[in-house]
């Protein structure tokens, strides 16, 4: 018995044994048959597949530059969203797929027209924008189903932000989809992955620094546009960051008197010509262009009649109207056209000799005889009724175009109006029209074919409360500042300068006196010609506001220290003393509060 089970247990190791040879040679076998097969019998059409594996660079949009403002306030930056891309090779039939994506989320006429026109440039494998800016809702609509859509994906994507919305509309500007006709064919390798571009305001103008450098990766896809691997090349390099002079919080007070109105704020540091403030009202949410706009929203921007679109602060040209008068008395100063303890006549109006036309003074039967000093104070119409006609238009207009009157500023910022200093040459060219001594006359007085800017006035401005130079505004800081010295003499520009100071202590502008901040300042007010007047000038139907005269007011402060120039229009506001002023008054105060150095403090 125990002679037996050692004999019985080696066979049946004997049997197990060959039994794991034989598995171990039909396995061995089986792989031989299989390599030789893929080496030998289909050699060729693996040979073929991977000849069809490509690798293609595909680029990587960098992150755009901040914009920010004096204290480092963030005024633009990026923030990443979501959004809806369709892979075409993935898709058999996108037209299908985005009828059926309707069903479950809204996409538009203008999405689908400007996925379609993509699709015509776009690799196969190349995911093409559907929808951006992706809702939660919408987000876990589309996730519930995602399975029903091949080739559709959820992408993240960075995109302009703007976070105090409409307030730096038109300084700051916007971001727009990019069209071809925007890029010059040797700077597509540029804007390769980007599909946006500075369409206005300092988006626009440092579009080169902001926009940064696209960075690049290796996809290696098959023969099907499957991605097989991905390598990253060249990482993506961020825009230049810009710090601007502009401050948030003179911004903010700027919009906040402005509210309900039209017009345009400008404010200046008249050392140096840093913008301080640029605001036009009505304005618009940058926000609303990131993504494109569509139709109805265009058309609602299009069609307002407060034009939200327009930039009132450097394309807005308005008759300066009395605030015009500080600078006509330094050029007639200047030119010795008048002393400034001269006393001229006035009665209620002004006649040229030999003619029966009256030019009437804003206060019924005139100021009396006065002298530069007090015609300033109390905007004296018929005194620069006569300083117009002792300069002349060719010298009166000549005068002007020295406070860059007439002459785009030099502003970083795209599409400036340069105004009009109007002559008899240029209504000639422009009208095919004789001038004639009445236009000298209320030239004298801002009216006529004048024209200025907002931005032009507060330059103008800030050059009498420097002292007499001409500063070039600006609202990327730098390191330096240009400015231009103007050839008046310091005691010329003193009485301008005490004139002003008046104005707003006891004249037109007595009403934003305070102890706060001592202001120097000038009123003003701008025919709408259209308006329906009386004989002397006063307009019928007052009541109705878009027959108002335009109001206007120009200051700086402290008077005695200038640190701030500003420049007022309202549109259809009336009296600018009444009307534009308190807005002034408003950014000033708002500005010199953040300030404490002892000389503001004095």
Same mark, same amino acid.
């Given at each position: ?26 396995? &061995? ?9 893929? #080496? ?46 369709? &892979? ?16 479950? +989320?809204?996409?538009? /006429?203008?999405?689908? #027209? ?19 800016? +992706? ?56 804007? /390769? ?51 601007? &002079? ?150 009166? $207009? ?8 007439? #002459? ?10 340069? $105004? ?6 240029? +209504? ?79 004249? &037109? ?74 807005? /002034?008054?408003?950014?000033?105060? /708002? ?12």
């Amino acid at each position: 018995m125990n002679a037996v089970q050692p004999a019985r247990e080696h066979r049946q190791f004997t049997r197990r044994l060959l039994g794991a040879a034989g598995l171990i040679t039909v396995l &061995t076998a089986l792989l031989a048959i299989q390599i030789f097969r893929l #080496q030998v019998w289909d050699h060729d059409l693996y040979a073929t597949q991977s000849t069809h594996n490509t690798i293609v660079l595909l680029p990587i949009a960098p992150q755009r530059g901040l914009i920010l403002d004096r204290h480092g306030q963030i005024l633009a930056d990026d923030q990443t969203g979501f959004a809806l891309t369709i &892979t075409p090779n993935k898709t058999m039939h996108p037209e299908e797929t985005i009828q059926r994506l309707r069903r479950i +989320l809204p996409v538009s /006429a203008e999405d689908q #027209q400007r996925f379609n026109r993509d699709l015509l440039h776009a690799r196969p494998y190349q995911p093409i924008l559907l929808r951006g800016n +992706l809702s939660p809702g919408e987000l876990a609509a589309f996730a519930v189903q995602r399975h029903q859509f091949p080739g559709v994906d959820i992408q993240t994507r960075i995109k302009r932000h703007y976070p105090y919305g409409s307030l730096f509309a038109h300084a700051v500007g916007y971001m727009g989809r990019l069209t071809p006709a925007e890029i010059r064919e040797e700077q597509m390798a540029d804007y /390769a992955g980007l599909d946006s571009i500075g369409k206005s305001g300092l988006e626009a103008q440092y579009e080169t620094l902001l926009k940064g450098q696209p960075g690049d990766q290796e996809v290696e896809v098959d023969a099907r546009g499957h991605t097989l691997r991905t390598r990253l090349r060249n990482p993506p390099r961020r825009g230049v960051t810009i710090r601007t &002079t502009l401050d948030l919080a003179v911004q903010q007070a700027a919009a906040k008197a402005m509210m309900g109105q039209q017009g345009a704020v400008v404010a200046l540091d008249p050392r140096n010509g840093d913008v301080l403030a640029a605001y036009s009202a009505p304005a618009f949410d940058p926000n609303a262009f990131v993504d494109g706009l569509s139709t109805a929203v265009w058309s609602s921007l299009r069609d307002d009649p407060g034009m939200p679109m327009a930039n009132r602060f450097l394309r807005g040209s308005y008759p300066p109207g009395s605030t015009i008068k500080p600078f006509v008395a330094l050029s007639a100063l200047h030119d010795k056209a008048v002393a400034a303890d001269q006393r001229l006549a006035g009665g209620a109006y002004y006649q040229i000799p030999g003619t029966k036309h009256k030019y009437y003074d804003w206060k019924p039967g005139g100021h009396g005889a006065q002298n530069l000093r007090e015609a300033i104070r109390d905007s004296n119409d018929v005194y620069f009724y006569q300083i117009a006609m002792r300069l002349g238009a060719i010298q009166l $207009g000549n005068g002007l175009a020295h406070f860059g009157f007439g #002459q785009r500023s030099g502003v970083d910022l795209p599409g400036e109006s340069a $105004g009009v200093i109007p002559s008899p040459l240029w +209504l000639r060219r422009r009208y095919g029209q004789t001038w004639y001594q009445g236009q000298t006359v209320i030239m004298g007085i801002g009216q006529g074919y004048l024209l200025s800017t907002p931005l032009q006035l507060a330059r103008a401005t800030a050059s009498i409360a420097n002292g007499g130079r001409l500063v070039i505004p600006h609202m990327k800081q730098s390191s330096g500042s240009a400015t231009q010295p103007l050839d008046f003499s310091p005691e010329d520009i003193a009485v301008i300068q005490g004139a002003m100071r008046d104005a707003v202590t006891s004249g &037109t502008g007595k009403s934003l006196a305070n102890d706060l901040h001592a202001i120097a300042g000038k009123t003003g007010t701008a025919q709408v010609h259209h308006a329906q007047r009386n004989d002397s000038g006063r307009v019928l139907h007052d009541t109705i506001r878009l027959w108002q005269d335009h109001a206007l007011f120009i200051a700086y402060a402290p008077a005695d220290h200038p640190r701030i120039a500003v420049a007022v229009v309202v549109e259809h506001g009336g009296h600018g003393g009444s009307t534009a002023g308190p807005v /002034a008054r408003a950014v000033i105060d /708002a500005y010199l509060n953040t300030l404490t150095t002892p000389e503001v403090n004095s």
